[in-house]
């Protein structure tokens, strides 16, 4: 069984930056997708990076300004968050997954899920 526990998640002011970071314990490589749900809305797959960590997807509203990346070695995934927006406001997941399409992730490819962390962004 896969476990994951985000952390990194705070308040910041808008046009600020946060890295988020899932550590994972559990063997095996796979799929990493980070996520977000705002309240009242569904959530969102925003970036996703293949196990080997050499291709990235990102949805367009974060394309340009988030950074998805891992460090197999250390069994960690990353989520740099530049240029932050009021509408960025959302509890964050990361999931992992055995698959990679290449597209930004969808919550039904996903299999494990962390707990999630909160990020508040402030104008």
């Known amino acids: 069984q896969l476990q994951l526990v985000e952390s990194g998640g705070a308040s910041v002011q808008s046009g600020g930056s946060l890295r988020l970071s899932c550590a994972l314990s559990?063997?095996?490589?796979?799929?990493i997708g980070w996520f977000r749900q705002a309240p009242g809305k569904e959530r969102e797959g925003i970036a996703s990076i293949v196990s080997s960590g050499t291709s990235t997807a990102y949805a367009d509203s974060v394309k340009g300004r988030f950074t998805i990346s891992r460090d197999n070695a250390k069994n960690m995934a990353f989520l740099q968050m530049n240029s932050l927006k009021p509408e960025d406001t959302a509890v964050y997941y990361c999931a992992a997954g055995t698959y990679y399409t290449g597209h930004y992730p969808e919550p039904g490819e996903f299999d494990y899920w962390g707990q999630g962390t909160q990020v508040t962004v402030s104008s």
């Open positions: 559990g063997t095996g490589l796979y799929t």
